[in-house]
């Protein structure tokens, strides 16, 4: 059974910090472009940030580019998000997906694999 799952999601005042993380499980994930994704309170989700399957090539949303960075570790099968300057308007869940159909990386339905969502609440 496939599994994606994230931790590291909090309460936290503007300009803190925080690392997200997903485990993946189930199968190995090596070969995927992996992303984080966010939905807001009455909003759709939307991309975050995206890293490809060799961990060199990465994209970001303009809201994310400057604060926000992703990282993965191939062998561990894990994904982060480094959050930082965190903002008020930052408040979401934040999703781990994998990317399993064409398309581009910022369209939400090209990922297949979803976790649970962690949630980022940020005080002002």
């Known amino acids: 059974q496939v599994q994606l799952v994230e931790s590291g999601g909090g309460l936290v005042q503007a300009g803190d910090s925080l690392r997200l993380s997903c485990a993946a499980s189930?199968?190995?994930?090596?070969?995927?472009?992996m992303a984080w994704c966010r939905q807001a309170p009455g909003k759709d989700r939307e991309f975050v940030a995206a890293i490809g399957w060799s961990g060199g090539t990465t994209y970001y949303a303009d809201a994310a580019k400057g604060r926000l960075t992703i990282s993965r570790d191939k062998a561990e099968n894990m994904v982060y998000l480094q959050m930082n300057s965190l903002k008020p308007e930052d408040t979401a869940v934040y999703y781990c997906?994998?990317?399993?159909?064409?398309?581009?990386?910022?369209?939400?339905?090209?990922?297949?694999?979803w976790g649970q969502g962690t949630q980022v609440t940020v005080s002002s």
């Open positions: 189930g199968r190995t994930f090596s070969g995927y472009t």
């Open positions: 997906a994998a990317k399993d159909r064409s398309g581009t990386y910022y369209d939400s339905r090209v990922y297949g694999y």
